[in-house]
């Protein structure tokens, strides 16, 4: 017999400025997943946009904005485009592997130099490994690691240069943050590549979607998330599908929701 479903309880940050949006104030409502129902949870709520950070769902909900909308590709019907096409054979030799949700010294060395480079003044720019670990060690739901290496030499492993954090739910693939090489002597496109290799198994998989987390309507940080069509957004009438905007050259820059801890508590800061 299983456990009576419990419906959760809801709370709202304190308004803090926004951090896509100049002018903007922002203000999150979010839940804490926790017990034999927090997949279920998770994914029910990932159907009407909230995003997963550590064992917290949450989602914006904004007094006077709504440009945050909730993404996602469709797999089955996705076709790169010539520049993606490029792309994906360009890091064709590269080594993926889907991990435990362990952290290492390695993928945090890769994480330091990526928000050095990219979020230099952001709000994980003080993540230590303690923090890292929970942002990747603490979750309720079915998480991966996946690696992308430069190919093995002598049976050793070869170097780190990408890793995301992903979710896989009963409908696809939730990308919640990605990190990698960066840097003039890096790879080009490492990060769209990351997207694209997420595309490419999730169809593989039989799974619809690839969710991207929100596309901001004004935010040039946001606007590579349209090159990856078809592309559906979720609006008051549910999910629809979207035409594409103007086209960028930008890397995807990762959105992590920040978290705290007090105590023993997990804490969403506003």
Known sequence: MSAPFRFPKFFVTNPSPCPYLPGKIERKVFTELN??????????????????????????SCIDCSACVSVRVLAAEFEPSATQRKLIRRHSELEVTACKPWTTEEQYALLRRYLADRHPGGGMAEMDESDFADMVEQT??????????????????GRLVGACLSDQQGDGLSMIYSFFDVGAAARKGLGTFIILDHIIRAARAGLPYVYLGYWVDGSPRMAYKTSFQPLERLGRDGWRRMGRQAETNAEPASVVLPARRVGKRLLIDA
């Not at 034999?36 to 989602?59: D, H, K, M, T």
């Not at 739901?141 to 992308?148: Q, S």
Request: aromatic letters at 10%.
């Open 35 to 60: 017990g034999r129902q927090s997949s279920e949870l998770n994914e029910a709520l990932g159907r009407i946009g909230f995003r997963r950070s550590q064992s917290v769902a949450y989602r914006p």
């Open 140 to 157: 309720p739901v079915r998480t991966f690691v996946i690696e992308y290496r430069e190919p093995s030499v002598g049976g050793r492993p």
